[in-house]
C-alpha cells in the first residue's frame, strides 16, 4: 500500500480540482491511500472513500504567500501538514500545487536536505520530438550555482529518471550550454563540464557533453542539468512560444467560414497533436535532495493534470525513489567530495 | 545613398543564397549599393550590376573555425574585408551570415567598443503574441555579465528599437527574470534591477520592471534585457519548441488518407500562420556598441532570410543606427557612469 499526502488547498483552483483529481486516482490505484489534508468546512464537502483519510488544518498558503509567511507563521497550513506526514512516517509522498517557493521552503525545512547534497532542486519532464520526454533541472529552486551543485542535479537526475522508467538503468546527462564544444560558456559552465567529465568517467553518471537549448526537444538526451535561473527561463519560454503558436492556429482558423470548415476537417489530426504536446501529462515536478518525497503540480493544473502529478508521486514511491537517490547520491560520494560538495555530511554517510 | 558591405561568402550556403538576396535587395532598394566581398572565382559567377561593386579577398573564415583563426590568421577573409570596409567609410554597414564569435571577435577587434560601452552585444527580433516583435538582448555575446553590462544593454536596446521604429520613440524595457517581484533572481539580477529602476526614474530608458521567458512571445514589453548565456538559451528552447511543434503537425497530417485530405483544407490556414511566425522575416541581428555598424543574419538563412538581414542593415544604416546608440548613450552618461561602467571612456565623451 502506498499513501499519499495531498494538499488539497493549493494551486489557483483548490479542492474543485484536486478532490475529483483524488477520486479518479484512487480508482485507478487500488493499493494506493490518500491523506485528504485540508480545512474542515472543505473537507466536510468529500465523499467518503475507503481509502481515503481527512487531516483537517487551520490554515492555507496562498500564491502570493511571501516563503516567510509559509514558513513562520501559517505553521497549521495544509502544505505545511502534508509535508509533515510524510516526516512523520504516515505517508510516503506528499502532492501540493502550492506556490514553489514556499513548497521547497517547507519541504527543506520539515524534512532537511539528505547527506552529500547542498541544496534540493526541482525536476519536471517536457515533451520531446521522439515522443518521450526529457528531464530538466533544476527549474527555479537554486538561482546561483556552483559546480558541485550542478553535479548533484545530474546525479539525483540520473537516479529520478532510472526508478521512473526501468528499462533506462544508465540515463545520459547533458549539460545545457551555449553551444557543443566544451570551451564555451561562463566559468561556472566550464568547470562544471569538467566536474561532469570526471563523474562520467568514474561511471557516476553517463555524461554526453554540452547540450542546447533545442536539445531538450529534440530528445537526444535523458537529463539536462542547468541552474534554476536558465531552467525557469527556458520552461517559460517554451510555454510562451507554445501558446503563441497553438493561439495563432485558432486564430487563423476562426479567420471565416473557409477556414472555419477547414478546422473541422483537420480537428482530428489537431487533436492528436495537441494530446501529444498536452503539458498535462507532463505535470508533476520531484523536488530531490530531501530526506523524504514531494511532488509539485503546476499551479493552474486542470484535473487531468494533478491526476498525473498524482500518478507520478505514486510511481515515485512505489519505485523507491528515495532510497534510489539516496543509494546513487551515496555511490557517487567520492566524485561528489572530491568536487567540493556539502559540509553538512558526505554521500558515504 | 546607403553602401552595404556584404560578405559574400558567409553562411551555410554562401553565394547561392547571397548573390540572389543581393540582386533582389538591389531591385526594391534603389537608393542602395553593394560592396561584395568574396574569392575572385565566386565574384566572377556574379552577373554585373551597376550599384553593385566587387570588392575581392583570398580567405573564408569557416562555421568551424575558432575565433583566434579567423582573428590572427585569416586577415583577408570576407569576413573581415568586408568590416573593414565599414571601418574605412566606404559603407556604412557591413553583413555577414558567418560564425558569431568569429564575426562579434572581428568586428570588435577592427571597429573598436564605443565609448561608455564595455561589451558590445547581439540584438534580434522575436515575433510576437500581438503581431509585433520583442527585441531581445545579448544573445550569446556574453556569457558573464556584471549588472553594469546589463544596463549597457537596456541603453543600446532602446537606441535599437526607437531606430527602427520612428512611433516608438521610448520603447520598454524588461528585465528577463524568473518573477515579476523585485525579490526575485540571482545577486546579478537583483542588482541589475536596482540599476534599471534608478536609469528608468532619472528617464535614460523607459524600465517597466522584471519579466519572465513567456512574456517574450506575449508582446507586453519591447525589449527584454538579458546575459548572453539565458538569451541563447531562450532562443534556442524557443527553436526548438516551435520545430517540435511543426514537425508534429506534419507528422499528424501525414499520417492516412483522410489527415492528408485535411491537411489539404486546412493548408491555407497554416500558410497563414507559418508567414506570421516565419522566423525568416525576423532575420538580422545588429551588434550593438562597436563603432561601426554590423549586423549578422543567421547560417542557415535562405534567399528570402538573407534579404531580411539586408533590410534590417539597410534600414539601420538610413536610420542612422550609429549615431542614436552613440547619442543614447552620452544621453545615459551620469546613469552608466553611476553604475561603474567602462573605463575606457565614459558615455559624455
Known sequence: MITLAVDCMGGDHGPSVTFPACRQ????????????????????TWQAHERAEMVPCSEVVTMD???????????????????????????QVAVSAGNTGALMAVSRYLLKTMDGIDRPAIATQLPNDRGGATTVLDLGANVDCLPEHLLQFAVMGSALVSALDAKNVEPSVGLLNI??????????????????????????IRFIGNV???????????????????????????????AMIVGGLKNEFKRNIFTKFAAIMAYPVLKALMKRMDHRRYNGAALLGLRGLVFKSHGSADQSGYEHALNRAYDAARNNLLDRV??????????????GTSSSGTGAA
Chains 1, 2 share one sequence.
Open 212 to 242: 542546447e537549448g533545442n536539445d531538450i526537444f529534440k530528445g537526444g538526451v535523458d537529463i539536462v542539468v542547468c541552474d534554476g535561473f536558465v531552467g525557469n527561463v527556458a520552461l517559460k519560454a517554451s510555454e510562451g512560444v507554445a
Open 179 to 204: 553551444g557543443e564544444e566544451a570551451i564555451k560558456g561562463s566559468e561556472v559552465i566550464k568547470r562544471t563540464g569538467e566536474l561532469l567529465r570526471k563523474a562520467g568517467d568514474s561511471q557516476a
Open 25 to 44: 486516482f484512487l480508482s485507478t490505484h487500488p493499493d494506493a491511500r490518500l491523506l485528504l489534508v485540508g480545512l474542515p468546512e472543505v473537507l466536510a
Open 65 to 91: 504567500d511571501p516563503v516567510e509567511v509559509a514558513l513562520r507563521r501559517k505553521k497549521d497550513s495544509s502544505m505545511r501538514v502534508a509535508i509533515q506526514q510524510v516526516k512523520d512516517g504516515k505517508a
Open 326 to 339: 539516496q543509494g546513487r547520491v551515496a555511490q557517487a560520494a567520492p566524485v561528489l567530495d572530491a568536487a
